[in-house]
Structure formats: C-alpha cells, structure tokens
C-alpha cells in the first residue's frame, strides 16, 4: 500500500515552458486535492476533484489546469510556467470531504 | 469567510520541556479541526483531530489539543518535547458549508538539546 504518490519530486522549467504533475493513490479515495506551499502562507488549495470525471476550482486556480480521468489519479498542469509558480506542490487525497486527507511527499518545482 | 491563524510562526524550546502552538479560527458555522505535522522534506501527516465529541483530543507521538468553541481556539500541546518533533506544524478547519479545509501558515517548532 503506497498511499500517495507524486511524480516528478523535483522539476526546473524555463519560463513559458509547459509540464504535467502526476498524483496517484491506492486508498480508492473519492476526494483529491492539489495544494501549493509557499514560506509563510500555508497551503493553498489550486483545484480538487469530488470523484473520477470531476474538477472544481480552489482558491488559487490561474495558470493551472486539472484532469481525474481515472479515480486513482490525478493529473495537474501547467501550460505556460510563471516564476511565481516557482512552489512546492502536495497532492492529498480522502474518502470524503470532511475526512483526513493524506499527502504525497511533494514536488518541487523551480521556474526560472 | 473562514480563516484560520497560527499565532507564532516559530516556536523554540529546549527538549523536555512542554510547549503549546497556537490555533485561532474564525467561522460562523460548526467545524471540524485538524493539526498536521510536516517533517522535514516530507509531506504532511496527522496528528490529531476533533470532529465532535470530548473537547480534548489525544494524537500521535504524545500530543494532544483542546477545542475551545467560545475562544474559537484549537491549541496544540506536548508536555515533554523531544529533539525529533523538530518540524511544521500546520492547524486546519474544515466547514461544511464551503466543503473545503483551511489551512494555517504554520508554526515552526524548533526543540534545542
């Protein structure tokens, strides 16, 4: 039981430059959420899916884009990297909303 | 809207001793609550949570926090700490009415030998 896992752990893109984070569980959760952290600010949540098929935004959205073709994973995106984008971003997932959610080890994302 | 603060951004203590880390939220409906620990390089995990019942909550690794509804407060707390809880450590709300958790901007423990 793997729990949670992202891929990559570390990434430097170019501005403008587009890449794909990967997140998958093996907990057949409903709920997965992508956070980015940022010193002094906490996690902020980017968008989260309620079930396989769905996407919703979160609180920091822009620039970012989301897929949840399958249950077990989901994928974020960014299409035109921004060095503001420069974060460390953690895929969670859980069973329902108001439940525990559990965390992936993170990617580290530099955007020069 | 509900908004969830960290009182102190970095907490020294020397090991042994106890130490409390500081949780306010604000919300206008009932919450469940969270505190997360965040080891260095990792991910975060659990430490405890309240979700109704008995205000005092017991988590992992000796911690444990109290739910305080009219100082709308979940403070953290350890009697004796030791070198290895050297970490983040993140309080969250969740409320029913957004469907979303909340998270503070973390609170730093460092423990000295």
């Known amino acids: 039981n793997a729990g949670v896992t992202q891929t990559p752990k570390f990434r430097v893109l170019k501005t403008g430059q587009s890449m794909t984070l990967l997140c998958a569980q093996d907990?057949?959760?409903?709920?997965m959420y992508w956070y980015r952290q940022d010193p002094g600010m906490g996690l902020r949540l980017i968008h989260y899916?309620?079930?396989?098929?769905?996407?919703a935004k979160g609180e920091v959205p822009d620039g970012y884009n989301v897929s949840r073709l399958k249950k077990q994973n989901f994928l974020l995106g960014l299409e035109s990297a921004a060095p503001s984008q420069t974060s460390v971003y953690f895929c969670?997932?859980?069973?329902?909303?108001?439940?525990?959610?559990?965390f992936g080890p993170g990617t580290r994302l530099l955007v020069l | 809207a509900q908004s969830v603060t960290q009182l102190d951004s970095q907490v020294p203590v020397f090991e042994e001793a106890p130490v409390e880390l500081r949780c306010n939220y604000s919300?206008?409906?009932?919450?469940?609550l969270f505190w997360y620990v965040q080891y260095p390089n990792q991910g975060l995990q659990l430490l405890l949570k309240?979700?109704?019942?008995?205000?005092l909550v017991k988590g992992i690794n000796g911690f444990e926090a109290e739910f305080n509804k009219s100082q709308t407060s979940f403070h953290l707390r350890k009697p004796s700490v030791h070198i290895s809880d050297t970490a983040e450590y993140f309080c969250?709300?969740?409320?029913?009415?957004?469907?979303?958790?909340?998270f503070g901007q973390g609170t730093t423990l460092q423990v000295k030998p």
């Open positions: 969670a997932s859980s069973f329902y909303s108001q439940e525990t959610q559990y």
């Open positions: 907990m057949n959760h409903e709920y």
């Open positions: 899916s309620v079930g396989e098929g769905t996407t």
């Open positions: 919300s206008s409906v009932s919450v469940y």
């Open positions: 309240y979700l109704s019942g008995s205000t």
């Open positions: 969250a709300v969740f409320t029913s009415n957004t469907g979303k958790l909340i």
